[in-house]
Each structure stands twice: as structure tokens, then as C-alpha cells.
């Protein structure tokens, strides 16, 4: 890693942007910095049902509003053309075919599939179908686009936080979803092809991607990547239940701790101590912890807000 570096920060505009959300992007944006790399903003807008009117605004609004710069921004809704012609590209190459299973298995095209949320497919479709518009003929409406995983696909990585990673995809997941629909894309289709195109040398996020990571790696390789991304996943912000940070467990997005006057140098100095970058209670801004951040501080275990109630007594 050097000054080649080019990361990401990829949020959905599913919600407003809260601690969980932002101690992950912390991590990415000081990767990036500390290593006088570039940061691309990606707005992963493709989710549509979950997406909420007005979120991807209020994102860039709360991350400025916190210290967060990019060199690039872009969204993904205006990218389709990008994805439907990797989708030809693969169906062309035998790697993608039509598939006319049940509106489940189409469904997780769609969402980034957080841990423990991956479905099996069998490969039920392989073979069958020569067109698109084959399929869509046998199934009355719109059929999606799996991707063909090859018999034998184990995946490793190292990856930069988590350490050995690896997965038997055509055990475990299977032909897995690249689109709803002919024109569209979902997550893992949009992520593979935008971080090949835009040269993004490491992806930063969150540990419940770790599950995902394999199947992207699939789909780089068979878009015919040059070189290997690199990986770096780090343990999620979570709550009392041990589950990932949510609305159930309180008010803890950036907006609302801003509305009640908290500054964003106490946000950021709340998670930075949690990663080991700063003393709790300490209040610092984003780019004076570039020259003290470090991967190896940040605890294994996920960051439990025991009370975010307390959260907000403490910053208030
Ligand atoms: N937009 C995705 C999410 O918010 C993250 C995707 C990624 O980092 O690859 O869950």
C-alpha cells in the first residue's frame, strides 16, 4: 500500500448516517489519508425499495459536517449502463445466465446480504435458457441474472484486518444473483464493477461484508481484473443485544447528536477512542488523527454501545 492508494466510501442511502456507520468510514478515510491515498465517494443508491427519499443528501451533508473529504463522487443510479453492459459481457463468456426462480432468491440480488444472510442457489437455471428474453417468455415477467460459479470455487484472501478468509462459494452460495432485471444491477454486480473502474486499490467496510467479499472476488476475476483488490474488514459498532448498531437501539445518528448541539469533534473523538487513536473524551477533528492512525489499535471484538442513551448523556 502507498501513495497509489485509492479507497471508498460506499454508503446506502437505506438510513440516516449513525455511529456504526461512521466509526466504519473513519477507518476507510484514515486508511486512505494516512497512506496519502485518494477517497471516492460512492452513493450505492440501487437498493430501491429500502432507499429513503432525501438520505443521500443528508450523508454527504453529516459527513462534511464531520471532516470528511473525497477527491471523487459519484452514484450509482447513474452508473446502469456500466453494469448492464458487465452483464452482457459475462452472459457472452458462459459466466451469466437467465434465471427464473422465485422472487426470493431475485430479492438478494438487491441488498448487500449482511451475515447469515446468504441464500444457497442450486444452479436450477443453468442451461436453460439461451436469451434473456427466452426466459422472460417461460416466466411472464422478468427474470434475473445469476452468475455462474465453477464447480470447484474456493476463494482466499488475506485480508488486512480479519486476517485468512476463505469460503467454498459453489458449496456454500452457489450461482448468485447479479441483477433483478436486464437493465438493472445488484449490490454485488455495481460494487465489483465500479471498484474495478474506478481503480480502488483496498476496500474498507464493514465485517459483515467479510461473507460477501468471495462472490465479489468471483465476479472481479471473470470481468477480468488485473490485479487482486485488497480487503480490510473491521468489526461493526453494536448494541446492548450484540446486534448491529440500529434505530431499535436508540438515536445514535450524526444528525441528531448535531441537533442537540454535540460537535462533530466529540463524535469523532468518542469513536476514535474506541479504536484506541485517543483518550476517551478527548475531542478531535478527523485530520488530527491522520498521522496517529493505526489498523492494529482497533479492538477484534465489535465496539458494544451498551446504552446509547448513555452515548448521547456522554456527549451532550
Ligand atoms: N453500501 C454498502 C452498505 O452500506 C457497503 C458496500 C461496500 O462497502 O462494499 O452496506
Redesign the pocket.
Known sequence: MSAGYIGRL???PTGALHLGNVRTFMVAWLRARSLGGRVILRI?DLDHPRDKPGAAAQAVEDLRWLGFDWDEECVQSGRLDLYRDAVRRLHEAGLAYPCVCSRRDVESAQS?PHAGEQLFYPGTCRGRFRTWTEAQAAKGSAPCWRFRVGDDAVVAFEDAFAGHYEADVARTLGDFPLARDEGGAGYTLA?VVDDLEMGVTE?V?GDD?LVATPAQILVARALGAKRELGYCHVPLVVGPDGLRLAKRHGDTRVAAYRGRGVSARRIVGFLAASCGWCEQGEEVSLADLVPRFALATIPRRPFAVAEPGAVTRIMV
Open positions: 460506499a454508503p446506502s450505492e448487500a460494487v476496500v467496510r461484508l
